[in-house]
């Protein structure tokens, strides 16, 4: 079992430009959720993703958009990159909106 | 507007001793109630969950307390492993949605 997988691991952008972070879930999860954990503090809900919907979204502005696929896998992006969007994205996954959810490894942003 | 409060950065313990991490929280529709254990360069791992109808949970050498009445969650090791330093974070939800609130982490450092 894989778990939820992640990629990229790192990357670097420069402030307005754009990212894209893939997450797949663990075998067996359909609902898919995206987290922010900047240094020092505890991860943030960005939103959830079922059955290709964004069902629930947290305190984030518009240029924080995701996608699910019909393989459950899911896809954050974010536009128009400010230095303070560094920080760890964690992807998580579950079933049927569980709440014990099941965590990647996060994709490390840092934008210059 | 921080529902969640874990007031204690960092804690350090004797191996074989008790570890207490303490959580305090401000919302009262909060009825599930989780512990997340993170290592570095890892994702957040589940490691044991309460809901709102009980006072205690147990699971092997971990316990979780919740004291509704005083908003108090905490969790209780023992005794104390090395491998049990990481960052341990309580996390709220309301409802099974899937989406947690997250204290800022407890760095637990269990010396030999």
């Known amino acids: 079992d894989a778990g939820v997988t992640q990629s990229p691991t790192h990357l670097i952008k420069t402030r307005g430009q754009q990212v894209t972070l893939r997450c797949s879930p663990k075998?067996?999860?359909?609902?898919v959720s995206w987290y922010q954990q900047a240094l020092g503090q505890g991860p943030q809900f960005i939103f959830q993703?079922?059955?290709?919907?964004?069902?629930q979204r947290g305190n984030f502005p518009d240029r924080f958009s995701g996608h699910q696929f019909p393989n459950y896998s899911s896809e954050l992006n974010v536009n128009a990159l400010l230095l303070g969007d560094s920080a760890l994205y964690l992807c998580a996954s579950s079933f049927l909106e569980a709440n014990v959810l099941t965590f990647g490894a996060g994709s490390r942003l840092t934008v210059l | 507007d921080q529902q969640v409060k874990q007031n204690s950065p960092s804690l350090s313990v004797q191996e074989g001793r008790i570890s207490i991490l303490n959580c305090d929280y401000t919302?009262?529709?909060?009825?599930?109630f989780l512990w997340y254990k993170k290592y570095p360069a890892e994702g957040p791992t589940f490691l044991i969950s309460?809901?709102?109808?009980?006072d205690k949970n147990e699971d092997g050498r971990f316990t979780v307390f919740l004291n509704k009445s005083a908003k108090h969650l905490s969790l209780h090791i023992v005794p104390s492993q090395p491998g049990d330093s990481a960052v341990y974070f309580c996390?709220?939800?309301?409802?099974?949605?899937?989406?947690?609130?997250f204290g800022q982490g407890t760095t637990l450092q269990v010396k030999p």
């Open positions: 996390a709220f939800n309301s409802g099974n949605t899937g989406k947690l609130i």
């Open positions: 075998s067996g999860h359909d609902t």
């Open positions: 919302n009262s529709m909060f009825d599930y």
């Open positions: 993703y079922y059955e290709e919907e964004e069902r």
């Open positions: 309460i809901s709102s109808i009980k």
